[in-house]
């Protein structure tokens, strides 16, 4: 039997990005990934909070070797007022955040991963993982090629949540039961210069919204978000985006002329949260563990954290021979990523209270204020030092 120290499952972002702490540390981690890479999935804008952990590790090197457009702001338009706020991330208090990448996640998700395994983790891929049995002084995990061991498992499979779902009890959050249907299109007009890349939300009536996420080179992320109980067309999720996407004239006019070149997905009920992060020896990571609402793109960053955290709860666990129910390690773990969670929901409820767009014009003309949802916005929201966060505004 294959023993590992840790062993990742899943090689998403959040897994990848654990798994290259480990390795960088000199740890011997594997990665199980049960589909073949490329694949399409969501969650398609990072932040600019995401950028020191990527430096820190090295991987930002690749994201910045031309293959992925450059994101310096956050658009956000009252279709029905067609009023404007713009989010422009060199406002904010962290200098070192001022922008980010969209990225087209069958190219990101592939190049993260290999990121991982030039950096010493060992990939299982394809490699499908059938059960997981916790021991006292270890795990094991069959799989359908073979059984393996590790002293930890890190849980990254995204809303499958492969371990989570079998030792922990997840609870769907019912203000953000929404629907959302996306597809990628070719041709959507786009910001000139260096704003290219700048994501445009648009807010429609009734809690609803739609993106616009430009990649490298002609295609363009387009998706419309609703609460599931104004889904239309149910049968039809085609005829349910394009009737939202004509709802604006803004929209129609960027859309105009454009082709979509991709099928149409949705996904619903997408908004969770699970009671304990952690065992003995096993921890979540990711949409394992939470995920909110895609509205402030905060997905991806909350994965990357909660990555980033994990590996260094595990790095103590081995190094003192401890678990992760020890001198609070799980539990300093799941309080802090829900630190910055908590801090993201408070800014989601913002925005669905209605008349975002026009309180953000008003609250952005005070530079201080500027600044301080500026970096809200642009993922810092395990940032102290914000006062927003001090003063319980978010």
């Given at each position: 039997?294959?023993r ?16 290259t ?21 969501i969650g398609e ?18 994201l ?96 499958d ?14 203000d ?8 990628h ?30 990649f ?10 609703c ?5 239309e ?23 105009s002329?454009a ?9 619903g009920?997408?908004?969770?949260t ?23 793109s ?9 990555g ?6 595990t ?19 799941q ?25 953000m ?16 916005v ?17």
């Amino acid at each position: 039997m294959k023993r590992y120290q840790v062993i990742v499952i899943g090689g998403g972002p959040g897994g990848s990005h654990a798994a290259t702490y480990l390795a960088r540390a000199g740890y011997d981690v594997a990665i199980f990934e049960r589909e073949q890479y490329p694949r399409f999935h969501i969650g398609e804008s990072l932040l600019p909070a995401s950028m020191p952990m990527f430096k820190e590790t090295g991987f930002y090197k690749v994201l910045d070797e031309g293959n992925y457009i450059k994101k310096y702001g956050a658009n956000f338009i009252d279709y029905e007022t067609e009023d404007r706020v713009y989010f422009g991330f060199e406002d904010g208090f962290n200098a070192d955040i001022p922008m980010a990448f969209e990225v087209e996640r069958a190219h990101f998700d592939r190049d993260i991963l290999q990121y991982a395994v030039n950096s010493g983790a060992k990939l299982h891929q394809p490699e499908r993982i059938t059960e997981v049995q916790p021991f006292d002084d270890h795990v094991e995990i069959r799989t359908n090629k073979g059984v393996y061991a590790a002293d930890f498992i890190l849980d990254a499979t995204g809303r499958d949540a492969l371990v989570g779902r079998k030792y922990a009890t997840r609870s769907v959050n019912k203000d953000l039961n929404n629907v959302a249907v996306f597809a990628h299109y070719v041709d959507v007009k786009r910001y000139p210069g260096k704003h290219e890349g700048d994501i445009t939300v648009g807010l429609l009536p009734n809690r609803s919204w739609t993106w616009i996420i430009p990649f490298k080179g002609d295609r363009t992320s387009v998706g419309v978000v609703c609460s599931s109980s104004h889904f239309e067309n149910k049968g039809d999720i085609l005829a349910h985006m394009e009737d939202y996407l004509q709802r604006s004239d803004r929209v129609r006019e960027m859309i105009s002329g454009a082709q979509r070149c991709t099928e149409v997905q949705m996904i619903g009920n997408y908004s969770h949260t699970t009671d304990t992060f952690f065992g003995s020896r096993w921890m979540l990571i990711g949409d394992a563990a939470v995920f909110l609402d895609p509205i402030f793109s905060t997905g991806v960053h909350v994965s990357l954290t909660s990555g980033m955290l994990a590996a260094r709860a595990t790095m103590k666990c081995i190094t003192e021979g401890l678990t992760y129910e020890q001198k609070n390690l799980g539990r300093n773990y799941q309080e802090m990523v829900m630190k910055g969670v908590g801090r993201f929901k408070n800014l989601v409820g913002l925005f669905y209270d209605g008349n975002f767009v026009a309180q953000m014009k008003k609250t952005l003309v005070r530079e201080n204020m500027r600044k301080a949802f500026t970096s809200a916005v642009a993922g810092d929201a395990w940032n102290d030092d914000n006062f927003l966060f001090q003063k319980s505004v978010l």
